[in-house]
Structure formats: C-alpha cells, structure tokens
C-alpha cells in the first residue's frame, strides 16, 4: 500500500510548470488569450504521476461532485449554506482543497451556469484551486448538455433540437455539426466533458425518462447518428459520454426513483441495445456512462448494471474491447440505492470497473468508504492506479494539463455568435415532422387565417430557453405575419379552461394547439376535442412525445415537434406557415392508442406539402 505519509511530492520532477502555474494564475485569461501553453505530459509522465500521488488524492480522482455557486471562491451566501449542508465545505475551491475531486459537475440549479462569462470565470476558479495545490491536477468540469429537453446551459449559448429531433431529421452531417458547435461552446465556457449522446434505442413509448432524449427506435440509424455527434463534439476537444450502458431504452421505471429491470435476452441485447454503443467505441468516445437498472440475461445476480463487473468489465472492457473512461450515473439515484448502502455504492462500483463516481449524495461517506476499502484490501492501490491513469490520460488528450484555463475572450468570439444560432434553425427545421393534414389545412395562409389562437400546454421552459411554448409559438408565428395570441391552458386544463379556449376559439381564424404528453384521459385530449367541434381549423402540435397523435383522431393536422426549446418551436411555427417544408420523418413508431400492439404511423412516416 503506498503510504500517505510520506513527504513524496513530485516537487523535483516538474518544478518549473506547478512554479509557471503559481505565478501566472491571476493572468489565466491574458495567457489563455495568448496562447501559452505548457508541455502536455505523455503516458510514461502520467504513470510517474500517478506514483507520486498520496492514496488520498488517487481516491479524490476519482469523485465528480456538485458545488453550488457561480463563482469559485465567492458564492452567494445560500450557495455557501447549500454546500456546508450537503457537502461540509462553503465554496467548490474547498471542495477541491479537502477532497482532491478529480471532477466537477455543473448544474443549472446550483447556480452554476448563470451566463457564458460567469461560467468561464468559474472553471478558471476551480482549476487554479486545484493546481495551487500541493500535486495540484486540472479538474475536469463536466456537464449534461444534451440539447432538447436536457441541457444545462441556456441562453445566450446556442441551443439545438434534441436527439429524437435530430433523429427525425436522420442527418449525420447535422449530427455532427450540432456537436462541434456544441463543443466548441463548451470548451470556451471551460465544460470538457459533456454527457452526452444519448444511445439509448428507445422501442418503449411508456419509457418516462429517456424518450425523446433518444435518437429513436431504430438501432442502426440510432449507432450512426451516435457516431456522428461523437465526432463533432471530440472533434472541438470536449470528450463525449455515450450513456447509458448497457442501455435504457426499454423501461417503464424512472431510475431516478425506482429500480428499472431489463428483460431483453442476451440476443435482443446485441441486435437492440449495443449497436450504439459499439458504434460509440469505433468513433473513439472517451468516456461512457452506466445506467442504473437491472439486466438479468446479462448479469443474475440483481445488481444494478453500475455495480455489475459481468456487464461493465465482462461486456464493456472485454467483449467490447473498452479502455476509455467509465462514469457512473448520479451515485444519489434511487435506481443504485435500492439494494446497497450509500458506503458499499461507490466500492462496488469500482470493483466492477467503474473510473468516474458521479455526485453521490453524501461526499465524505463516500470517500471515506473507499478510502477504506483499499487500506482493509477490499479493493487495491493498484485498482485505483488504473482508473486514475485513465482520467489523467483523458485530462491530457483535452489538454487541460497544457492549457487548463480558458479565459474571457473565446466566450464572446464563440458562444452563441450568429452563425451558430442560425445553423441550429437550419438543423431545427430538417427536424419537423408531419403527421395528419387533412384536406391539406397546412400551411396555413395568412389570407385566410390572418388570427391565430395559441392554447395548450407550457411545462417549464427547459434548457434557459425563453418559453412559455405558446408565447414563443404566438411570437413566431406573429413574426411570419399572422396576427397570433397565446392562452395558455396547461398540461391539464380544467373545464373553465377548456371553455375559456373554446370560446377565444370562435373568434379565431385558426388554432394552434401545443400538446405534452397527452393519454386517453387527459384533459388535453377534451380541449382538442372541443376545439375541433367548433369548426375552426386545429392544428396540433406535439410539443415532446411524438405518441399524442394517436390520441388526438379527430385533430385535421398535427406536427411533432419533439421538444418546446425555442429554436424546435419556431421551426414548427414556420412549417405551419409555409416557410419551409416539414422534412422530418419518425425514428420510433407511433402505436394505436386502443391497441399499443399495432402500429399507427411506423419509423419512417412523415408528410410534406
């Protein structure tokens, strides 16, 4: 066991660059902006590196943790009362100072990621926090910037349609712009690792936590497009997270709150689940994330796949031949708590083969047990080595050890510039997908239907995104010439609410209606209803799963849209106008809502003009 004690800090092996980052931290920015850089270390320094380092901070590697605040020294007050709380320290610089994290995650609501700026400034803060330190290491921030529903930083950054859109829109080359745009922002706002794709292959429409988040159900044209953003998003220096292994498309239990079982045979796994994530590994993705549920034909024992070292070093590292990064899903989710405590989690994660342990819910619990499980020799230093040396070999591939800040200038040069919103509007309108047009109602002509009434549901604003949906749908339609008003009416209207729509409807020359997901008994499906009984033309707009349609067969013309993010909501506003063509096709089928076992629109289906 190496010895904690010991005075070994590697102070004679690289003197001149811990010295150069000391002296040159206030200056980050001026030197991010000039170019300086220091030598990337190679695998035969990263080993030394390794060696040299205290038992303490090789488990500290190995922790992604949250910290609330936007700043890394000086959070707002209720940041710093958050984080003594839950984490037992005021500010993410003594995050880093007690435990050594080799990781931080950032989260919209920790405060983390008020704008482009204040988010640079922040990453700048933690990595001088860190390489001030005694052995000090670059930390590698991280994120979920999935786009769609799922996305941490808002505007201004430039914000896409999420993968089911993309996957409707079926463009590698669209995917793989999509990530080197979203990159490229990112690694100016100094966020290295996102995780993101999504290769989940989602066949079950129940599925409440991936849906949409998926490129669809079709494993093929799902792999391509994994590999395409892959490329994009690795191709602009930020490392891609392909998730969740060994896959998590095919649930009806949110593993956020329950523990999901997958009952997919060995052989419907490799036709179903792995394409993506072999595609993935070809494309050279650095780091994949677990999921937390259960898979018995791959594992008997009933552990969570994040657990399991048949599934992550049987299947992912062997079979798969997988030597990147392995992260967790959140530690604090209930799909890896059901079983084991929150001190045996992170011990079995590593014994099954896991790298990155990802925001347990209590930090120095977690620590400490594996701390602990090396000194009882539960797990080995030499276990750890190989985890450690598989981070700092991604830290050094995203040149976090040549160049670890970043600095204002690249924020304004890159983050949300003109050119990035406008190919994201192109992306967006490919994405659109047409699925009724009865007597082709659509597009709408501003002759004829010159006031437009906007009803439905607005769930919260995702992504830092303006919202509500129909305010953005009416503004944007308002902007294409139509003279367009918003009534908001919930994702359960009441009957006041039905009626107070219903009776703004008779004044209208046409309605657009946005849906979220709608069931047999919603309210949402009455409100269409009765907007059709007035003989003024409805338009339906599914504005997350594609799967309302089935239950709205009256409605004369419907639209998915996949997501109420702004730049999905104005593309659908311009196909309802006649703008552009809706072009997308459906990359999951829409089953009967009387019959889920027959199929009502396949993969593939999609209408134009």
Request: proline share 7%.
């Amino acid at each position: 066991m190496h010895d904690t004690g010991t005075g070994s800090t590697g102070n004679t092996a690289q003197p001149s660059r811990r010295t150069v980052l000391a002296a040159t931290a206030g200056a980050a920015g001026a030197l991010a902006a000039a170019g300086t850089s220091y030598a990337a270390p190679d695998d035969k320094q990263l080993r030394a590196r390794v060696s040299r380092m205290t038992l303490e901070e090789k488990v500290g590697q190995l922790f992604v943790m949250r910290v609330y605040g936007h700043s890394a020294t000086a959070p707002d007050q209720a940041d710093i009362d958050a984080n003594l709380r839950e984490i037992g320290v005021r500010t993410a610089a003594e995050l880093v100072a007690k435990y050594r994290v080799g990781g931080i995650i950032y989260f919209a609501w920790a405060h983390n990621t008020r704008e482009p700026h204040q988010i640079a400034d922040l990453s700048d803060g933690i990595q001088r926090a860190s390489l001030e330190l005694p052995r000090g290491l670059p930390v590698l921030v991280s994120t979920d910037q999935e786009h769609g529903i799922v996305a941490r930083v808002g505007r201004p950054a430039t914000l896409f349609p999420g993968a089911m859109a993309v996957g409707a829109g079926g463009s590698r080359s669209d995917a793989r712009a999509l990530g080197r745009i979203a990159g490229r922002e990112l690694r100016a706002m100094g966020i290295r690792q996102d995780y993101s794709p999504v290769a989940d292959v989602n066949v079950n429409p129940a599925n409440p936590v991936i849906g949409v988040r998926s490129f669809g159900a079709d494993p093929r044209a799902v792999a391509a497009l994994v590999a395409a953003e892959v490329a994009g998003y690795q191709g602009s220096g930020v490392a891609a997270t392909a998730k969740h292994f060994p896959g998590h498309g095919d649930t009806n239990v949110d593993s956020h709150t329950g523990f999901p079982t997958i009952t997919h045979s060995r052989e419907l796994w490799e036709k179903l689940d792995a394409p993506p994530f072999r595609a993935a590994i070809a494309a050279g993705i650095d780091s994949i994330m677990t999921a937390h549920l259960m898979v018995p034909a791959l594992d008997g024992s009933g552990d969570p796949a994040t657990l399991s070292r048949p599934i992550l070093t049987g299947i992912l590292r062997d079979k798969l031949s997988y030597d990147g990064v392995v992260v967790t899903d959140s530690l604090g989710m209930e799909g890896v708590r059901t079983k084991y405590g929150d001190d045996r989690v992170p011990v079995l994660a590593l014994k099954a083969g896991v790298d990155q342990l990802l925001n347990p819910p209590d930090l120095d619990l977690a620590w400490h047990a594996v701390l602990a499980a090396v000194r009882n020799g539960e797990l080995t230093e030499a276990r750890l080595d190989e985890s450690v040396l598989r981070i700092l070999r991604l830290k050094a591939k995203l040149g976090l050890f040549r160049a670890p800040y970043v600095g204002q200038d690249g924020v304004g040069r890159t983050v949300g510039t003109r050119a990035h919103l406008a190919a994201a509007d192109r992306i967006a309108e490919r994405t659109t997908t047409l699925l009724v047009n009865e007597g082709r109602l659509l597009p709408l002509s501003r002759r004829r239907h010159p006031k437009v009434l906007v009803v439905g549901a607005d769930p919260a604003s995702p992504s830092g995104t303006t919202g509500p949906p129909t305010g953005v749908l009416a503004a944007a339609l308002t902007g294409l010439g139509f003279t367009a008003t918003a009534l908001p009416t919930g994702t359960a209207p009441s009957a006041a609410a039905v009626a107070r729509a219903v009776a703004a409807a008779r004044e209208a020359d046409a309605v657009v209606a946005a849906t979220y997901n709608v069931t047999a008994g919603s309210g949402q499906k009455t409100l269409v209803e009765q907007l059709v009984s007035t003989g003024r033309p409805v338009v339906a707009v599914a504005i997350r799963n594609p799967y309302d349609v089935a239950h709205l067969p009256s409605v004369p013309a419907c639209l998915a849209a996949y997501s109420w993010t702004d730049v999905e909501l104005r593309a659908a506003a311009r196909v309802i106008a006649g703008q552009v063509e809706p072009r997308g096709k459906l990359p999951v089928a829409v089953p009967r809502a009387d019959d889920p076992e027959q199929v009502l629109y396949p993969i593939g289906y999609g209408l134009s003009y």
